[in-house]
């Protein structure tokens, strides 16, 4: 079987952790590296949590650097409101003993681009900031990658702030360099996330008597429990496993070309991804999924994770 090359910007983050658990177990991907960032929570506590993915994914294997600190323009925003000081909950609490890759996140991009020619595969799960990194660094990248799957924004709706979600407007200036690139950019936003709310019902199918399984149900509840208190609903949106199911099954999701341009205007639309007429190249964005389907197949994906 042909491996598809995946690197994975990641920010975690509860729902992060569960994307990284689906991920690291499927056969089929290469995964490269993960890049681990600012964004939920600070970049030491991000790095650590992507470290304890791989530990308890048995992937220890695949390197994780540390990317970066802050957004390219402005200061760093967190959700700890969402995911806990730890980033991983309020219940769990774990350090890793090991150290990321001592390579540059930027640098890692570009070298990978080029020695997996029009195969390079990566998934951002938090800002934009590495991948706009890698970008500016070396522009002809974008007619390397195959396609870059971005975790963000929302064409009707935002969730860090009235119009702009929280990966983008982490880093706005980041995802307009992605945007505004010529690289292949595929948008699974809150228009498609938010159709998939699953039932805390569903989190016990999703735990289990073992390490990884203890630990993923615990941060689920906990996640509920901020689902609830911060935004009002019952239940959860893994908003990062719905956009990683994009890589393994993208016929849930029903997409529209769209030329999307992210504001940059200090105030309430900052970070906006607005689809505009011109002035942006096309990107592939979710506006729907098959939201059964969706949740079924995270399900039995981190049940599958859980019991190894
Ligand atoms: O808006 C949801 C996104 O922001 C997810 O990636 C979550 O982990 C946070 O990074
Ligand atoms: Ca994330």
């Known amino acids: ?18 994307a990284l658990a689906v991920l690291l177990q499927q056969p089929q991907l290469d995964i490269r590296g993960m ?4 964004g939920n929570v600070g970049l030491p506590i991000t790095v650590n949590n992507a470290l304890l993915a791989g530990e308890l994914c048995g992937r220890t294997d695949v390197p994780v650097l540390a990317g970066s ?3 390219l323009a402005r200061p760093a925003r967190n959700a700890c409101n969402i995911h806990g000081a730890s980033g991983l909950g309020t219940s769990v609490e774990r350090y890793s003993n090991r150290k990321p890759l ?3 996140a930027a640098e890692f991009i570009v070298q990978t681009a080029r020695q997996f020619p029009g195969a390079l595969e990566i998934i951002s ?4 900031t590495d991948v706009a990194r890698a970008l500016t660094l070396d522009p002809a990248i974008a007619q390397l990658l195959r396609q870059i799957v971005v975790m963000g924004g929302g064409i009707k709706r935002g969730n860090a702030t009235q119009y702009a979600e929280f990966n983008i407007v982490a880093d706005p200036e980041a995802a307009d360099v992605v945007f505004s690139s010529s690289a292949p950019v595929v948008m699974i936003g809150l228009d498609a996330t938010h159709q998939c709310l699953q039932p805390r019902s569903q989190i016990a199918e999703m735990a289990a008597d073992t390490e990884l399984g203890r630990m993923v149900g615990l ?7 901020m689902y609830r208190r911060v935004h009002q609903l019952e239940g959860v949106v893994i908003h990062d496993a ?5 890589l393994l099954q993208p016929n849930l999701f029903y997409t529209e070309p769209m030329r999307v341009k992210i504001c940059l205007d200090n105030g309430a639309h900052l970070g906006q991804t607005m689809a505009v007429t011109d002035g942006a190249p096309f990107a592939t964005v979710a506006m729907g999924l098959d939201a059964e389907g969706v949740a ?13």
């Not at 890049?35 to 600012?38: K, N, Q």
């Not at 799960?125 to 934009?128: A, D, I, K, M, V």
């Not at 719905?242 to 994009?246: R, T």
């Open 69 to 71: 600190a802050t957004p």
């Open 35 to 38: 890049i681990a960032l600012s």
């Open 1 to 18: 079987m042909n491996k598809r090359p995946v690197i994975i910007c990641t920010d975690p983050g509860i729902d992060d952790f569960i």
């Open 125 to 128: 799960l938090g800002p934009l």
């Open 296 to 308: 079924r197949r995270i399900v039995d994906e981190v049940h599958r994770a859980v019991i190894q």
């Open 219 to 225: 941060m689920l509840n906990d996640y509920a429990d």
């Open 242 to 246: 719905i956009c990683a199911l994009w």
């Open 102 to 104: 001592a390579q540059d």
